[in-house]
């Protein structure tokens, strides 16, 4: 009873001495890199910092590990190799009894508070060189002189992945350069099995002081699923289907599956994942796997968010009887005098009949711009002939 009432009182001390924190302190969030199907599970702190850069503080004040489950090391039973705030955590399957495997855990570290409340932001991605000459270099030096003023003086972080979105550990090359200092290098005479390096793009991270750039996100997009060939979302697409809601010249895209995880995350391979759009093609998954279903929302300046829009009355100048339907600006401008702005921001057209827009109408369309306004073309249909259409266009009010 004795005893019993020992461990009660130890076990009681020990939640209570890993729960407490101080108030100028904080926990990172869990990571787990790593998984125990190979020599083991390593959850070191030099990989954690290269996939998670500027997250971790440079000198963690503790480090805790459980399982995915939620069982802490010492229920889990393995034998542990590493468990401190210098290496990180690892469990090797060569150290547990009976032939068993360490069970897959995740780690966090504690931080001073300021690291938690540093305001910092992401310098836009930057994409210099390619590797057809001696490899990639995206070296801090030359990316200041081609984009000066864009990144800080002294960058807190650096992170570079594919131009498809793949990580560096996850693109496989021998990186010669990836740091603050340098930038990013990767040369192809490093590679193995006479390989190049895959093309990378690289962004620092900066106080938020450096940036101050007023910016604001779209709301989310989702105009394909997997069914097909693929989930595409391109920015061309999304355009017609959602006039005037993207900027001219997005600072940014994200992307994630309809269920919140991260493109990281869903374990897809991305065929395009940039400023002009997603794309996740089925034949490039492992067999038998589709692509999940992804949305997109792109960054813009912020002045574009607060302008204060409306749109124009319909407009139907003409039907498709002649040659097809020309709802061209000029002609609109002519018939409808001062009633649309000299520089519209978006242009929508439907059908006249079922308000179908023009994009799901099933017509091929010669072409739809708001400078240029909206022509659908007989002799491009399958059919001989196109649906009548009218158009609107988007303005600040």
Known sequence: MINLLSVAIFAGLFVASTSFQPLNQCWTPWYDRDNPSGTGDWETLTDLRKENPGKICQKPLAIQAQTLTGQSVAAAGNVIYKNDIITGFVCRNKDQLNKKWCKDYRVRFRCPLSHCNIKVCWTPWLDRDNPSGTGDWETLTDLRKENPGKICQKPLAIQAQTLTGQSVAAAGNVIYKNDIITGFVCRNKDQLNKKWCKDYRVRFRCPLSHCNIKVCWTP???????????????????????????????????????????????????????????????????????????RVRFRCPLSYC??????????????????????TLADLRRENPGKICQKPLAI???TTDTNTPAASAGNVIFYSSPTKGFVCRNQDQSCGRCRDYRVRFRCPC
């Open 220 to 294: 989310w997009y989702d105009r394909d699923n997997p069914s097909g060939t693929g989930d595409w979302e391109l920015l061309t697409d999304l355009r017609k289907e959602n006039p005037g809601k993207i900027c001219q010249k997005p600072l940014a895209i994200q992307a994630q599956t309809l269920t919140g995880l991260s493109v990281a995350a869903a374990g897809n391979v991305i065929y395009k994942n940039d400023l002009s759009g997603f794309v996740c093609r089925n034949k490039d998954q492992s067999k038998g796997k589709l692509c999940q279903d992804y």
């Open 306 to 327: 607060k302008i204060k829009v409306c749109w124009t009355p319909w407009h139907n100048r003409d039907h498709p009887s002649g040659t097809g339907d020309w709802e």
């Open 348 to 350: 929508q057209a439907v």
